[in-house]
Structure formats: structure tokens, C-alpha cells
């Protein structure tokens, strides 16, 4: 949905195609925020666009959706980031185009038991953070794990507000 | 609508949501723009407003070049709807952007854009808008700016009076667009129109005197002096006080005629009290002030006010800086030449060339030594403008010359002008008239000698002639000036520069090198080099006696380190000695020197006076050593690539420098595109080769249009070539082996082998020919055996084959010239393998197969790897004993598996056909984790299957797997059934009888200090053997001791050289191990993958060691550690390595999560904090095996107090670990599956498999 759709409107799309998310893009087709029914519900002021209240969405969390499985460290990566924010969801994108929404309960359902930190080996560090990136310019902060680094281990751009430029590894 | 999003936005910046106001003018703009496409013209007015609001709103944050988008699309939406005013706004922002941006080029375009559009202004009228067109005061404004920069910044003046011009004529009454255009068009010496834009100007600012004094220049050049002096005459008037504009006006009247005028305004100009400044900082009014008494001195002078003259000149002499001092005494100078008193006049002209030596100096004093009819000092003067303006020289000693024709110091001087204005033939016909005068005068003849190489500007007649002789005779002059003037340092460089390049042409160094065996040198003097320069003299005596030859690179490198300051004669030594490396295939060593010599390329190519001008006056010269040596490079460059096997390489190093006119280079060139591939491409050089080749290059030809034709797989055009020409060559030449082996390939595609039997009969190999000819003979013959159903004749022949395989591998000099021998004949191996297999001779087949893998592991120094024979009896005495062998051959297009049996001799062969890279393929796709076992014991248990067919449960299965079988836990799908021991090959069983009992152990353990477990699996191992482990730092090489069992617990490393990392910064690599006498029986590897370094653990099979535990990947710590453990104990107890191994795996899998917490919580006691605390995590993993996730939570929990004022990464990691895991078990808990403590969380093969055993399994 266009950001500049108002929240009543949203609210009636969402509920004529009873769809559980919808996905507020930009003019520019960047993804602004997911919204559930609880989300879409506390947007109080429904003659406002969707911009207008953007402030008040959840934190956005985009997950690269190439390649379409989650490696076990990719998992336990972003399982720790939606307890972390709190998160109700995650946004998957596939050639910058939003693909699906994964609800919280089915990562924690797909966190398998006999590995919860990884395996303890003996080569590499098994600290070593996965390629997750925070914008810190996003309010509140969003995040992205483009699964594949960028060309010459670049930190990708915020993919939520097209100015805030280079986002930063989330340490 | 727009308006309200607009004031939305607004209010959001007023309430500091800046981000908010940006997208909500960004959606708004967004719907306008889809308004506008779809029609809607009181969208383009909003669409205006909101790109000027977004504009704004990302000023701050935005690059000015990230900031063109928005407004290149309003452009375009303008351009459409037919909106100029909207359309210039865009226009005139983006040339602002584009100039802040640093793009000052497409801001002129736009300024440009901007000035066509200008008179199409207006307004622009929306429902409820109304928006002015931008006014022109800002277009004024931006236009200036782009026209400042490109006239400051770039000074592009072509684009400023272009833009400037149209500028002027929208704003007319503006000094800014007549200013730029008034100056640019003078820049570029456009004064008529500069005239008519500084005129403009000067109306427009009628009290700025610049503008005028700007014109007046324009109107001098023009030829308007007098408008030029009124222009002067206003500015004056303004600026009574400018003493620059007096001079300029002074400067006027002088040059029109009128010196009492021009004197008024100097003797203003001069009165000026200006002090001479100190220190040697110019002052530009003293500089003006003396420019002003030096052009005063000119126009007394002219006025005949030579007295006058005189004595302000003398008064300057003495008084003024340099420069002036020096133009007073040209002045002197004059006035005594003109009075007739040379004497006086070649004073002061001397005193003028002792403060600054001018050409204009020296003409006035040659001139003056001529009246004098001193003409050896006038040609010596204009003999030393040559070095200011060659042409002038030529041009005035020209008329000395004329004046006095048989002075030979004017006829030398002429001919160096000439050869220095670079017309060498003229300067040999003046030079030749002087050396009959001057015969002695070493001058002469080296300038002679350099004329015959240097260009001329003046013809290409002369450069067209440029040739070998031409260079001989240089050689030869300045050979013979060398010896005429011995101390004198210029003929010898030069002979020794002209030396070291000509030699890199073959026809100079030939004929240099055979001249040095001629009485009295060569050339026109009898030149005799070895007497001019002993050294190069000796050089080439040294190479004529060895580079002829085959030297070898020590010889040629004695030669080379005599070589100094010659770097194209060295280089052309370099190219030799890599020539020699190359015949002994030291193909690093070649490349080295052959790099060495490329860059003697840049050398070439400087004068031999100066290092870093470019040699333009010897160009013939440079171009022809240039492209010798070039090609030289690239010859030998490509070679050496092509026996790297580089061979794209290779053709781009001989398209670099090989040309097209010799038959060498172009062969070798066709050669390579052969082999990369490109054979249309070489097949296109042949009738070019054709052209080229002699008599002797007629059968080279002939093979390569015949691989050409194989190549293209064009067989019956290959026969035709082979057959015409084999019948012209010796039967038993080296050339005739080269033909009938491409005609057998020839055969044997057409499916003729009878053909090739019958060729090979006719042909047969010279006794002495080359091993490789020999071998590819008996591998081809028995090919066409096979081919003719004689199986057992074709296994004679690929044994045959082999034999010289073998012996040539032995003789190769390093481990991966060894190597590539190997892979390129392991298609002889396969087929002598099958070709075993159809004749039934199965023995022989497994024989051959062991033959084929022993060459496959490193060697240890100074050992064949092909015991062979004497080892399979151990296998085969082993296979009595309650054993099955299980070898695997991975062939192109087939899996073979051979079964030895107990008590039989012969093998059971079974084959599948199979590609092995699909068949392995998806193993490697994913970690050994994500193993499916049901779909790996589907896909690979038929390979190990008819193996249970041949043995009991309980028998050890003896695998050898092949190829990328190695890396497969083949072992698992037997793991309920039978124990399994690998053997690398058949061939490399056991060594020697090793120990067999296991009292004694050195278990190494933890040497970085980082890695709890594997510290933890060290002490348990020890415990088994009651003895006590070195950890951390006392985990070092020289621990390394006799035991029965090593066991290292350590990080491993898998590149290019594997190691084992111990403590210290001492590694383990797989060349250490093989100079190591290891006593131990028994080698455990518990590093990470150190499967994946199967080269470490073979390392150790061959330094002596029977048997060696190693992983397939990586491993986890834990797992492992039980499995160490139990297996040491079961081998303790007596049970054999294999069974011992497949025990403790099975045990390991069996383990269930209660009796992982058992373990845990009874290790606990008594453990320190750091061990405590990965036991504690160990337990948290079992219990979340088990589904008890609350139990995993409180053990993770217990890990941060037990760690209390523990310090160290160890203990970092591990509190890391604990809260990453609470993290995870929180999100875990909201899907808690049932809790259930039988489950087994190390049944996955992930933990048991890892580990397999090698070598002796008992």
C-alpha cells in the first residue's frame, strides 16, 4: 500500500482482502513499514496518510529473500534481533521488492533445539556477527540482513528513507 | 488535496519530524507527477511547488548531484505538457545543481537550455495556483555563475563566449554577460568581437577604467591605435594615479611612431619614487618602473639621443637589477657597434651575456666579432644559440656561411645547427666540408656520427633511408672521435649509448660481433672498438663464445654481472638466460629474468644525455631496438606462459609483441590460438605463414595445418595434409614421429585401428626417441587394440606406457612438476584399468588402480612413492585375517568398486555408471549438518551394499575410496554392521609394523588458549591414559615425543599448505611431518576438518605412523570429546582401532540427553570457572535437545555467576554465548515443543561421523 493512502482507507483495504499484513511502500517503492491488525488498529487518527503516522509503526526489520533458505547462523541471527526489538514480524524482500512477511511465532518454531547458539567448533569465531545493518536516522531504528554483502563488504543504503544513506553494522 | 499534504508537511517540520515531511512531499509529489502523465494540468502547477519543497527539504541532507532527479523529471513532465515557465525553473535549477555539483559542462548546457527558454516565460496557472516563472534576476544570477566558473575555474573561454554571447543578448543592459564575453573573445584573440562586447561594456560602467584599458588592448590589435590611445586616454582620466596605464599608453605611442609622446608618459611612469626592493621579492611597481627606463632607453636610441642614451644606459649598467642591468648594456653595446668601436661594443655585449645569456646577446656579439673578422668567436657565438633556437642558428650561421665560404668553424657550427634543427642531411654535407678542413676535430666526426642516426624533420627521404648501415657508420664515427679525443666524455657515452641499443638489432650485433675478429676494426676509419671501449669489446667477445651454444644459465649469468649501465645489452642477456631456464623447464626463473628484461623497455627510449626527456631525435633508431626487443620479450614471455599451461596468457604476452613478419613469431602465435581454442583464427594465419616459411619451415607448417584440422575435428583434411607430407621426411626422424602420431589420432577418431596398428608397424620409434613420443606411441597403440577387441594386447600396451610414465614422473625435479606429470596421464591409468577389467585380468586391474592413487599423496624426500608391489602383499595377508578390501575407482564416466575377499586372490569388480561430480555434488552443496541420512544412505548405499555380500557383521571393511569419495562418510551406512578402516590406496597400507598397544600417550591440547572444549577433551583424554596433557602454551613442537598414541586437540589451518597450530606461533605442516621420524602407533587428529586436509594425515601415514584418526569436517566440541574418550578407552581395553572407532560412534549416537546432563553435572565438581561454565552450556544444549527449555534457560543462567571475576576471551565468548542462547530459548519458549530427556542429541551422523580411521585398523 502507497504511503500516501490514509490509515481509514488502509484499514478498509486490509480488512475487504482480510489480509494480516499490509506493507506501506514510498513514492519511491521503499519499503516505509509492515502493520498487522493490532498496528493498524492503534493508528488512531484514520483521515491521516499513512506517511503522516509513519513515526508510530513498529520498527521495520527487511530480510533478503536470496537465497530462499535461512542457513541455521541466519536464523539464530535474526531470531536474536525480533526478541531483541520486540518484533511481531519481519518483511522479506526479493530484488528490493517485498516478497512476504514472517510472522514471529514461525521463527520461533523453526529455531531448532539441538543447535540454539550454533555449534561450538574449532575453526573461526564463532561470535562473528552475520551481516546485519541498523539505520539509526529511522525512527525508530530499522534494520536489514541482506544475506549476500554488498560489492566490497559496503554497508547496504537504509532501505526505509532513501536519504538517510549508508546504514551501519548492528554490533 | 496538495495543499493539505503540503501543509501536513509543513507542520511536521515545524514539529522537527524532518524525515516525515520528506515523505510526505515525496508521496504528494509522487501523486502529482501520476496526475500530470495522466493529464491533468492542474497538476503540473502542484508538481512544480512540491519539487521546490522537496528540493529544499533535502538540500541538507542530499548531495547537489543526488538532488538532479526530482527536477529532470518536472523537465520532462514540462516538456510534454508544453509548460516553458515550469520547464525553465527545472532548467535553471539543475544547472545550478549540476555546477555545485562539479559538472560545469552540463551546467552549460543547461544555461544554455535556460537562454532558449527564456523568451517563453510566463506563468503558470493551476485550480487555486498561480506561479510566476522564475524572474529574471535569478536567471541573471545563475547564468553569471556558470559563466564565472567556466571563465575562472576551467578556463574554457570557446564555451564562455558561446554562452556569454546568447547571455548579452537576453540581458543587454547587464555589464556581466559583455564582460565575460569581452574577455573570453580577447582570450582567444576574437578582438573584433571583443572590441564590440568591451565597448558594450564601457558604456554600461562608464566609470570603471578596466573595461577600457581591456579595450584598448583589443583596439591595438585590431589596428585602431588611435581609438587604442583615446580608450587609455579616458581610463587615465579616471585613474589619474595608475602608472600601469601611462606605460600601456607609452607602450601605444611607441610602437605608432610617436616617441616624444611615449617618452612624456615613461618619464611619468619613471618619476614615480619607487624603492628597489630587498630581499629578491619582485615589486611590481619597481618592475614596472624599470620596464618603463628600459623602453626609454630604446626610444632615445631611435630619436638619435644617443648621448642621452649612453649615459642612462651606463647609470642602469651599474644601478639596476639584472635583467635591466642587461638591457642597458645591449643598449651600450648598439650605440659602440653603430659608432664603429667593436672593442667596446664585444665589452659590453659580454657584460650582457655575463648577467643573462640571451640568444638575441649572442647574435649582437657575433655580429659584432664578425665586423671585427673574428669569425671563429662569431661561430662560436651562434654555435651556442644552437642550444637556445636551433633554427635561429641555422638561419643566421646560414648567412655567415654564405658571407665566408671556406671558414671551416662556420661550416662545423652549421652542420651542428642543422644536425640540433634535425636535418642530418644537410648537416652531413656541411660536417663532411668541414672534416676536409678539420680532419682531427673529434667534434666533427662524432656530430657526423650522430647525424647518420638521428631523424629529420626536414624529409622522409633521409628517415626512409634509416637502416643497419647507417647505424654501423655511427658506430664507426664515434668510434673513431673516441679515440681522437680520449678524455672527452661526450663521443664515448654516446658510442657506448649507441652500442647498447643498436645491439638489440640482429644485423648490428651480428656484424659487431664477427667485425671484432677484422684487423683494424671496421668502417670508414678502420674503427676500432676494442679500443674505444674495452669493456663492451670484452662483453662481445665473451658472448660470441657463449651464447651460440646451449650455455647454461650459470655461464650466462657470469656474463650478465659484468654488465653495467648497458640495460638493453643486459636485458638481451637476461632473455638468454631465461631461454637456458626454459630448456630446463624453470619456468619461475625464466619469468623472472623475462620481466627483468621488459623493463629495459623504458630505457630504450632515453636520449643518452638526459634520463628523462623522451629520444626524439634518434626515433628510426629507438623504434627499431624498441620493437626488437619487445618482441624478443614477448617470445620469450609467451613461451615460458605456455609452459605454465597459461595459455591465454601466453597469446596475450605474443600479442603484445609478436608481429606479423616473421615466421617464428607468427607460428607460435598460431600455435597458441590453436590451443585456446581459437582455431578459426589460426587457421586465418596460415597462408600469411605460407608466404613466410623457407624450405626448412615447410614441415612445421605442414603439422600445424594438420592440428588445425584436427582441431576442428576435420579428420579427412588432417589424413590429406599428414599423408603428402610424411612420405618427405626420414622415416625415422623426429618429424616423421610427430606426423604418424597425429596421424594415428587421425585414425583413431575415424575409427580406423586397424590403420594405426599398420602406421605404427611401418613407423616404428627410434630406440633413443623422446620418453614422451614413446609413451604417447604405446598408449595410442593400445588404444587401437582396444578398439580391435584385443583387450589383453591394449593392457600390455597402456602398462607399457605407464613404465615410462613412472620413470619420467621419478626423474621430475619438484612435488608439482610430479604432480602435473601425474594428472595428465591418468587417462592412460583409467584405460589400462579397463582395458584390464575386459581382458578379466581383474588382478591386474586392482593393481593398476593402486598404481593410479599411489602418485595421488606426498611423498616424503629422497622415497618413491610406488613400493607398490611389496605393500599390496601386506593388504593381502590382511585380507586373511578377517578383513575385506573395498577399493573404489572413480573412472570418467563410471564408479568401479573391487572386492578382495578373504582367502581369494581375485576381486569382485562391481560398476555403475555415473558422472562422480553429479554423484558427490549435492553433498558438497550443504554442511555436513544439514545431512539428510535417509536421502545420503539412498543415494550411496548401493555403492557400499555388495561390500556386505562379501563379509560377515563384525569383519573390518578395508575402504579405499577415490576422488571426491574421500570426502564422504561412506563409513555411516556400515555403522551398524561392520567396522571400517581407510586405506588412501591399496598400494599405501601400512608402512611398517607399528606399535599395537596404547600405554602411553601425548595429548596436546588447546594451544591458543581459546578453546575450553578442546582443552577439556585433552584432559579426558589423558585421564584414559593416566597421564598428564600440554595445554595452552605448553602445547608446543618440541612436546612432540615418543608415545604410543599422539593426540592433538588443536586448531588446524586448510590453505595451501595445511598445519596444525600449536602454541607459540609453531605450526605443523605437511612438510614438517614428513621429516619427522614419528615412533607413535597411533596419530589423532582432533582439529577441525582435518579430513579436509587429507594431505596432513597421509603427511604422517608416510612419516611412519600405522594409523591416524582423522575428521571429515567440522566438528562439534563436545560430541567430540565423548566419543575421544570412549574411544581411547575401548582401544585400552584391548578392542582393535576400527572396532574401537565404530563402537564409540555407535555409542556416541546412542547417548541420550539425560546421560549428556549426567555427564555434565558430574564433571561439574571441582571444575574451574571457564570449564564449569562450558559445561553449563553443554548441559542448556542437551536440555534443549530435550525440549526442556525452561531447565536450558536456568543453566545458561547459572553460566554468568559461575564466571564471576573470571576474565579472558575464553570466558568473554562463553558469557556471550550463555546470554545469545537466553535470547534464543525466550523465543523458543513461546513454541515450546514436549520435554523428553530419551532423546538422543548426538544421533545425527554430523557428530559421529566425522571421524574416520587410516591406515592399520587393528
Keep these: ?171 | 488535496m496538495f495543499a493539505d499534504r503540503l501543509a501536513s508537511a509543513r507542520q511536521a517540520l515545524a514539529e522537527g519530524n524532518h524525515d516525515q515531511a520528506v515523505l510526505i512531499v515525496g508521496s504528494g509529489l509522487a501523486e502529482a507527477r501520476r496526475r500530470c502523465d495522466r493529464g491533468d494540468g492542474d497538476a503540473l502547477a502542484w508538481t512544480v511547488v512540491l519539487t521546490t519543497e522537496f528540493d529544499a527539504l533535502t538540500e541538507d541532507v542530499l548531495e547537489p548531484a543526488e538532488r538532479t532527479r526530482p527536477w529532470e523529471e518536472l523537465r520532462a513532465l514540462a516538456r510534454r505538457a508544453g509548460a516553458a515557465p515550469a520547464e525553465l525553473g527545472s532548467v535553471l535549477r539543475l544547472a545550478v545543481l549540476h555546477l555545485r555539483a562539479d559538472r560545469p559542462e552540463v551546467a552549460a548546457e543547461h544555461a544554455a537550455a535556460v537562454l532558449d527558454l527564456v523568451p517563453r516565460n510566463g506563468v503558470l496557472r493551476a485550480d487555486g495556483v498561480e506561479i510566476e516563472g522564475p524572474d529574471p534576476t535569478t536567471i541573471h544570477e545563475v547564468l553569471a555563475d556558470v559563466a564565472h566558473d567556466l571563465y575562472y575555474r576551467r578556463e574554457d573561454f570557446d564555451a564562455v563566449e558561446a554562452l556569454a554571447g546568447a547571455f548579452a543578448g537576453h540581458f543587454p543592459d547587464s555589464p556581466i554577460p559583455w564582460y565575460f564575453l569581452g574577455h573570453s573573445a580577447a582570450r582567444l584573440e576574437h578582438h573584433d568581437d571583443a572590441v564590440r562586447a568591451l565597448t558594450r561594456l564601457a558604456e554600461l560602467v562608464p566609470d570603471a577604467p578596466g573595461p577600457l584599458v581591456a579595450l584598448s588592448g583589443s583596439l591595438f590589435h585590431v589596428d585602431r591605435r588611435q581609438e587604442a590611445v583615446a580608450a587609455l586616454d579616458q581610463a587615465i582620466a579616471l585613474a589619474p594615479d595608475e602608472a600601469r596605464y601611462r606605460y600601456f599608453r607609452a607602450r601605444v605611442h611607441a610602437a605608432d611612431g610617436r616617441a616624444e609622446e611615449a617618452l612624456a608618459d615613461l618619464d611619468d611612469v619613471i618619476g614615480v619614487p619607487v624603492p628597489r626592493p630587498r630581499g629578491g621579492r619582485p615589486d611590481p611597481a619597481r618592475e614596472l618602473v624599470d620596464l618603463a627606463a628600459v623602453l626609454r632607453l630604446n626610444l632615445l636610441v631611435d630619436l638619435g639621443r644617443t648621448g642621452e642614451a649612453g649615459a642612462e644606459a651606463r647609470v642602469l649598467a651599474d644601478t639596476a637589477d639584472e635583467p635591466t642591468a642587461g638591457a642597458a648594456y645591449a643598449v651600450l653595446g648598439e650605440l659602440a657597434f653603430d659608432a664603429g668601436d667593436h672593442r667596446r661594443a664585444i665589452v659590453c655585449f659580454t657584460a650582457q651575456l655575463d648577467l643573462h645569456e640571451s640568444a638575441e646577446a649572442l647574435l649582437s656579439r657575433a655580429a659584432t666579432y664578425e665586423a671585427a673578422d673574428l669569425l671563429d668567436a662569431a661561430a662560436a657565438d651562434l654555435d651556442a644559440v644552437t642550444a637556445h633556437d636551433p633554427d635561429l642558428a641555422v638561419e643566421v650561421l646560414s648567412g655567415l656561411r654564405e658571407r665566408h665560404p671556406t671558414h671551416a668553424g662556420t661550416a662545423k657550427a652549421l652542420g651542428h645547427a642543422l644536425l640540433r634543427a634535425l636535418d642530418p642531411a644537410r648537416a652531413v654535407e656541411e660536417l663532411a666540408a668541414a672534416h676536409r678542413r678539420l680532419p682531427d676535430d673529434w667534434q666533427v666526426v662524432a656530430w657526423l656520427g650522430l647525424a647518420a642516426i638521428t631523424h629529420s624533420a626536414a624529409g622522409d627521404d633521409w628517415n626512409a633511408g634509416f637502416g643497419s648501415r647507417r647505424v654501423l657508420d655511427a658506430v664507426a664515427r664515434l668510434t673513431d672521435a673516441v679515440l681522437l679525443a680520449p678524455d672527452e666524455p661526450y663521443p664515448r657515452r654516446h658510442l657506448r649509448w649507441l652500442v647498447d641499443r643498436a645491439c638489440a638489432w640482429p644485423p648490428v650485433l651480428e656484424f659487431l660481433l664477427a667485425a671484432r675478429d677484422v684487423p683494424r676494426g671496421f668502417g670508414p676509419g678502420g674503427a676500432d672498438l676494442a679500443a674505444a671501449l674495452p669493456d663492451v669489446d670484452d662483453l662481445l667477445t665473451r658472448w660470441s663464445r657463449v651464447v651460440p651454444g646451449e650455455p647454461a644459465p650459470a655461464d650466462l649469468a657470469a656474463l650478465r654481472s659484468g654488465v653495467r649501465d648497458l640495460p638493453v645489452l643486459g636485458a638481451l642477456l637476461d632473455l638468454r638466460t631465461a631461454d637456458a631456464h626454459l630448456r630446463r623447464c624453470q619456468v619461475s626463473e625464466a619469468l623472472g629474468l623475462v620481466a627483468e628484461a621488459e623493463r629495459a623497455l623504458l630505457d630504450v627510449g632515453r636520449p643518452p644525455l638526459a634520463d628523462l626527456l623522451p629520444d626524439l631525435d634518434h626515433r628510426e633508431l629507438v623504434a627499431v631496438v624498441h620493437a626488437e626487443l619487445r618482441k624478443a620479450v614477448a617470445a620469450r614471455g609467451s613461451r615460458a606462459l605456455h609452459r605454465l599451461g597459461d595459455l591465454e596468457g601466453a597469446l596475450e604476452a605474443a600479442d603484445h609483441g609478436l608481429g606479423d613478419d616473421d615466421f617464428d613469431d607468427l607460428y607460435q602465435r598460431a600455435v597458441l590460438l590453436r590451443d585456446v581454442g581459437r582455431v578459426d583464427e589460426a587457421v586465418g594465419r596460415l597462408p600469411r605463414l605460407a608466404e613466410l616459411a623457407t624450405d626448412a619451415d615447410r614441415t612445421r607448417l605442414a603439422n600445424l595445418e594438420a592440428t588445425l584440422h584436427l582441431s576442428r575435428r576435420d579428420f579427412d583434411a588432417a589424413a590429406d595434409v599428414l599423408e603428402r607430407v610424411l612420405p618427405t621426411v626420414a622415416p625415422d626422424s623426429y618429424d616423421a614421429s610427430v606426423f604418424v602420431g597425429n596421424l594415428i589420432s587421425v585414425h583413431l577418431e575415424r575409427d580406423e585401428p586397424a590403420r594405426v596398428l599398420d602406421l605404427v608397424d611401418r613407423y616404428p620409434l627410434p630406440a633413443c626417441a623422446q620418453p614422451s613420443l614413446l609413451l604417447d606411441r604405446y598408449a595410442m597403440r593400445a588404444v587401437a587394440l582396444c578398439g580391435l577387441g584385443d583387450h589383453r594386447g591394449a593392457a600390455d600396451g597402456f602398462r607399457a606406457a605407464l613404465e615410462i610414465a613412472e620413470d619420467v614422473r621419478a626423474g621430475l625435479p619438484d612435488r608439482e612438476s610430479r604432480s602435473s606429470w601425474q594428472a595428465t596421464h591418468l587417462w592412460v591409468y583409467e584405460q589400462a584399468v579397463l582395458a584390464s577389467l575386459a581382458d578379466g585380468d581383474l588382478v591386474g586391474a586392482l593393481e593398476l588402480v593402486g598404481r593410479a592413487k599411489a602418485h595421488a599423496f606426498p611423498e616424503r624426500p629422497g622415497h618413491r612413492a610406488a613400493a607398490v608391489s611389496a605393500q599390496r602383499l601386506d593388504v593381502a595377508v590382511a585380507v586373511r585375517g578377517g578383513c575385506v578390501l573395498a577399493e573404489f575407482y572413480v573412472a570418467a564416466d563410471r564408479v568401479l568398486l573391487f572386492v578382495l575377499t578373504p582367502g581369494s586372490a581375485r576381486p569382485v569388480v562391481y560398476q555403475w555408471a555415473a558422472d562422480p561430480d553429479e554423484l558427490v555434488g549435492w553433498f558438497f552443496d550443504r554442511s555436513a549438518r544439514e545431512l539428510d541420512p535417509d536421502a545420503f544412505a539412498e543415494a550411496f548405499g548401493p555403492l557400499v551394499a555388495p561390500i556386505t555380500d562379501h563379509c560377515a557383521p563384525g569383519d573390518v571393511v578395508l575402504l579405499v575410496p577415490h576422488g571426491e569419495l574421500h570426502h564422504l562418510p561412506l563409513h555411516a551406512l556400515l555403522l551398524d554392521r561392520n567396522p571400517v578402516c581407510r586405506l588412501p590406496s591399496s598400494g599405501l597400507g601400512h608402512g611398517r609394523p607399528g606399535r599395537r598397544e596404547w600405554r602411553t600417550a601425548l595429548v596436546l591440547g588447546d594451544p591458543g588458549g581459546d578453546c575450553a572444549h578442546a582443552r577439556r577433551e585433552a584432559e579426558a583424554v589423558a585421564e584414559v591414559f593416566g597421564t598428564r596433557p600440554a595445554l595452552g602454551g605448553e602445547a608446543t613442537r618440541d612436546r612432540l615425543s615418543d608415545a604410543d598414541v599422539i593426540h592433538l586437540a588443536c586448531r588446524a589451518r586448510f590453505d595451501d599448505d595445511p598445519a596444525v597450530l600449536l602454541a607459540d606461533g609453531h605450526e605443523l605442516t605437511v612438510q614438517d611431518v614428513l621429516g619427522l621420524e614419528i615412533g607413535a602407533g597411533l596419530v589423532t587428529l582432533a582439529a577441525c576438518e582435518s579430513g579436509a586436509g587429507e594431505e596432513l594425515a597421509h603427511a604422517v601415514l608416510h612419516a611412519g605412523v600405522p594409523s591416524v584418526v582423522m575428521s571429515l569436517w567440522e566438528v562439534d566440541d563436545l560430541s567430540t570429546s565423548l566419543l575421544m574418550a570412549d574411544f581411547y578407552a575401548r582401544a585400552r581395553s584391548g578392542a582393535g582401532l576400527a572396532v574401537a572407532l565404530r563402537d564409540a560412534q555407535s555409542a556416541l549416537a546412542a547417548t541420550t540427553a539425560r546421560e549428556v546432563v549426567a555427564h555434565c553435572d558430574e564433571r561439574l565438581a571441582g571444575a574451574d570457572p571457564v570449564t564449569a561454565a562450558a559445561l553449563l552450556l553443554d548441559r542448556a544444549g542437551a536440555q534443549a535437545a530435550a525440549g526442556d527449555v525452561v531447565g536450558a534457560a536456568a543453566s545458561c543462567r547459572e553460566v554468568d555467576p559461575v564466571l564471576a571475576g573470571t576474565r579472558g576471551p575464553s570466558a568473554g565468548r562463553l558469557r556471550a554465548r550463555a546470554a545469545r542462547r537466553l535470547t534464543l530459548l525466550a523465543l523458543k519458549a513461546e513454541s515450546a515443543p514436549p520435554v523428553d530427556y530419551a532423546t538422543r542429541p548426538f544421533a545425527h551422523p554430523y557428530h559421529w561421523a566425522a571421524f574416520v580411521l587410516v591406515g592399520d585398523w587393528r
Excluded: W
Design chain 1, 1 to 171: 500500500m502507497r504511503d500516501d493512502v490514509e490509515v481509514g482507507q488502509a484499514r478498509a483495504a486490509r480488512e475487504r482482502v482480510n489480509a494480516e499484513f499490509i506493507v506501506v511502500v514510498t513514492s519511491d517503492g521503499n519499503p516505509l513499514g509492515v502493520l498487522g491488525v493490532p498496528e493498524l488498529a492503534e493508528l488512531a487518527a484514520t483521515s491521516e496518510t499513512l506517511t503522516a503516522v509513519a513515526h508510530l509503526f513498529p520498527t521495520l526489520v527487511v530480510v533478503g529473500g536470496d537465497p530462499d533458505e535461512l542457513a541455521p547462523d541466519e536464523l539464530f541471527d535474526l531470531a536474536e534481533l525480533v526478541v531483541r526489538e520486540r518484533l511481531r514480524f519481519v518483511l522479506v524482500e526479493r530484488d528490493g521488492q517485498p516478497a512476504g512477511v514472517v510472522p514471529r511465532a514461525a521463527i520461533a518454531d523453526a529455531l531448532p533445539l539441538d543447535a540454539l547458539d550454533g555449534l561450538a567448533v574449532r575453526t573461526g569465531n564463532p561470535m562473528v556477527p552475520a551481516l546485519r545493518y541498523v539505520c539509526r536516522k529511522c525512527a525508530p531504528p530499522s534494520f536489514q540482513l541482506p544475506r549476500v554483502p554488498a560489492e566490497g563488504g559496503r554497508p547496504p543504503n537504509c532501505r526505509r528513507v532513501f536519504f538517510h544513506g549508508a546504514t551501519e553494522p548492528d554490533a
